[in-house]
């Protein structure tokens, strides 16, 4: 029972080390559609977001029950609302529930970058189908990144 239990406990200090690094896609595709996605942020191009949206496309933000549907509408949110001037934005790739993500940080006021969220991207057949952001800063430390 002693040597189960200690085979137990290795065990799970291999799946915490494993846990604490970020991941990263490895999907070519989920790859390329990540740089595009966090390129069109950083450069502020809503012509880059909606290339590479799906036409049925769809922003969330849990917790909040707001959400919009559709490529046109999705460009039209983020361009009003989101992506700011180039720069304002700066990204890191990762990955959340084996997905790709891009780990957010936005300019303040005096210049420098503070964490923002992440952006979890779903993938299908070279598009990019939702993108489920969440505004937490935390869950950027949680992804191993500051």
Same mark, same amino acid.
């Given at each position: 029972m002693k /040597?189960?239990?200690?085979?137990?406990? !290795?065990? %799970?200090?291999?799946? &915490?080390?494993? @846990?604490?690094?970020?991941n990263h896609p490895t999907d070519p595709r989920g790859?390329?559609?990540?740089?595009?996605?966090?390129?069109?942020?950083?450069?502020?191009?809503?012509?880059a977001l909606q290339r590479i949206l799906h036409r049925d496309a769809v922003i969330e933000m849990p917790p909040s029950r707001t959400w919009? /549907?559709?490529?046109?509408?999705?460009? !039209?949110? %983020?361009?009003?609302? &989101?992506?700011? @001037?180039?720069g304002?934005?700066?990204?890191?790739?990762t990955s959340a529930n084996g997905q790709p993500a891009a780990a957010a940080y936005h300019r303040n006021a005096e210049g420098s970058y503070e964490a923002f969220g992440i952006a979890v991207l779903t993938v299908d057949a070279g598009e990019l189908l939702r993108i489920?952001?969440?505004a937490d800063p935390g869950l950027v430390r949680h992804c191993g990144l500051s």
């Open positions: /040597s189960q239990l200690q085979r137990a406990r !290795a065990h %799970l200090d291999e799946i &915490a080390d494993t @846990a604490s690094r970020p790859e390329a559609l990540l740089a595009e996605y966090m390129a069109a942020f950083e450069n502020s191009d809503a012509e919009f /549907s559709g490529k046109r509408t999705c460009v !039209a949110f %983020l361009a009003a609302q &989101a992506l700011g @001037a180039p304002d934005w700066r990204m890191l790739p489920s952001v969440f």
